[in-house]
Nanobody, 117 residues
Framework: QVQLVESGGGLVQPGGSLRLSCTASKSLVSLFDMAWYRQSPGNERVLVASIRSDTGPDYADSFKGRFTVSRDKTDNTVYLQMNDLKPEDTAVYYC???????????WGQGTQVTVSS
Protein backbone atom coordinates (compact mmCIF):
# COMPACT_ATOMS: atom_id res chain seq x y z
CA GLN A 1 0.00 0.00 0.00
CA VAL A 2 1.09 3.53 -0.78
CA GLN A 3 -0.68 6.58 0.63
CA LEU A 4 -0.54 9.71 -1.48
CA VAL A 5 -1.46 13.24 -0.47
CA GLU A 6 -1.88 15.94 -3.11
CA SER A 7 -1.88 19.64 -2.42
CA GLY A 8 -1.41 22.95 -4.19
CA GLY A 9 -4.63 23.26 -6.13
CA GLY A 10 -6.78 26.34 -6.11
CA LEU A 11 -8.22 29.18 -8.16
CA VAL A 12 -5.91 30.90 -10.62
CA GLN A 13 -6.45 33.39 -13.42
CA PRO A 14 -5.76 32.48 -17.04
CA GLY A 15 -2.07 32.78 -17.77
CA GLY A 16 -1.14 32.06 -14.17
CA SER A 17 0.85 29.23 -12.65
CA LEU A 18 0.39 26.61 -9.97
CA ARG A 19 2.62 23.94 -8.52
CA LEU A 20 0.96 20.78 -7.31
CA SER A 21 2.61 18.45 -4.82
CA CYS A 22 2.12 14.77 -4.19
CA THR A 23 3.77 13.26 -1.15
CA ALA A 24 4.10 9.49 -0.91
CA SER A 25 4.20 7.37 2.23
CA LYS A 26 7.09 5.39 0.75
CA SER A 27 10.47 6.43 -0.49
CA LEU A 28 10.42 7.34 -4.17
CA VAL A 29 13.28 4.95 -4.82
CA SER A 30 11.01 2.08 -3.76
CA LEU A 31 8.36 3.02 -6.32
CA PHE A 32 8.39 2.04 -9.97
CA ASP A 33 6.81 5.30 -11.04
CA MET A 34 4.47 8.11 -10.12
CA ALA A 35 2.14 9.97 -12.42
CA TRP A 36 -0.23 12.89 -12.63
CA TYR A 37 -3.68 12.56 -14.15
CA ARG A 38 -6.53 14.99 -14.44
CA GLN A 39 -10.27 14.68 -14.80
CA SER A 40 -12.62 17.43 -15.80
CA PRO A 41 -16.41 17.19 -15.42
CA GLY A 42 -17.96 14.76 -17.86
CA ASN A 43 -14.62 13.50 -19.10
CA GLU A 44 -12.40 10.53 -18.44
CA ARG A 45 -9.32 10.73 -16.31
CA VAL A 46 -6.34 11.36 -18.57
CA LEU A 47 -2.61 11.05 -18.11
CA VAL A 48 -0.69 14.30 -17.83
CA ALA A 49 2.85 13.17 -17.02
CA SER A 50 4.77 10.42 -15.31
CA ILE A 51 8.19 10.01 -13.79
CA ARG A 52 10.01 6.76 -13.17
CA SER A 53 12.56 5.96 -10.52
CA ASP A 54 15.14 4.95 -13.14
CA THR A 55 14.41 7.43 -15.94
CA GLY A 56 13.35 10.99 -16.41
CA PRO A 57 9.89 12.43 -16.88
CA ASP A 58 7.52 11.60 -19.68
CA TYR A 59 4.60 13.71 -20.88
CA ALA A 60 1.42 13.07 -22.75
CA ASP A 61 1.61 15.00 -26.00
CA SER A 62 -1.11 17.46 -25.02
CA PHE A 63 0.87 18.62 -21.99
CA LYS A 64 4.34 19.08 -23.36
CA GLY A 65 5.68 22.59 -22.96
CA ARG A 66 3.48 24.10 -20.24
CA PHE A 67 3.66 21.36 -17.61
CA THR A 68 6.76 20.07 -15.85
CA VAL A 69 6.98 17.09 -13.53
CA SER A 70 9.81 16.77 -11.05
CA ARG A 71 10.64 14.93 -7.84
CA ASP A 72 12.37 15.48 -4.55
CA LYS A 73 13.59 12.18 -3.18
CA THR A 74 14.47 13.74 0.17
CA ASP A 75 10.81 14.29 1.06
CA ASN A 76 9.18 11.65 -1.15
CA THR A 77 7.37 14.28 -3.18
CA VAL A 78 6.58 14.66 -6.86
CA TYR A 79 5.61 18.03 -8.23
CA LEU A 80 3.64 19.23 -11.23
CA GLN A 81 4.51 22.77 -12.27
CA MET A 82 1.78 24.20 -14.49
CA ASN A 83 2.38 27.43 -16.39
CA ASP A 84 0.27 29.59 -18.68
CA LEU A 85 -2.87 27.97 -17.37
CA LYS A 86 -6.03 28.05 -19.46
CA PRO A 87 -9.68 27.62 -18.51
CA GLU A 88 -9.63 24.19 -20.13
CA ASP A 89 -7.03 23.11 -17.57
CA THR A 90 -9.75 23.26 -14.93
CA ALA A 91 -9.98 19.76 -13.47
CA VAL A 92 -9.30 17.61 -10.46
CA TYR A 93 -5.67 16.57 -10.57
CA TYR A 94 -4.71 13.19 -9.17
CA CYS A 95 -1.40 11.53 -8.59
CA UNK A 96 -0.79 7.82 -8.51
CA UNK A 97 2.06 5.48 -7.79
CA UNK A 98 3.04 1.94 -8.61
CA UNK A 99 5.43 -0.17 -6.65
CA UNK A 100 6.04 -2.49 -9.59
CA UNK A 101 5.21 -1.99 -13.25
CA UNK A 102 2.56 -4.72 -13.31
CA UNK A 103 1.14 -3.87 -9.92
CA UNK A 104 -1.88 -1.80 -8.93
CA UNK A 105 -1.97 1.97 -9.07
CA UNK A 106 -2.46 3.71 -5.76
CA TRP A 107 -4.31 7.02 -6.01
CA GLY A 108 -4.42 10.19 -4.00
CA GLN A 109 -7.62 12.03 -3.17
CA GLY A 110 -7.13 14.67 -5.87
CA THR A 111 -6.77 18.42 -5.77
CA GLN A 112 -9.05 20.86 -7.57
CA VAL A 113 -7.57 23.34 -10.03
CA THR A 114 -9.85 26.05 -11.34
CA VAL A 115 -8.67 28.48 -14.00
CA SER A 116 -11.02 31.41 -14.26
CA SER A 117 -11.01 35.18 -14.39
Amino acid sequence: QVQLVESGGGLVQPGGSLRLSCTASKSLVSLFDMAWYRQSPGNERVLVASIRSDTGPDYADSFKGRFTVSRDKTDNTVYLQMNDLKPEDTAVYYCNARVISWGPKFWGQGTQVTVSS
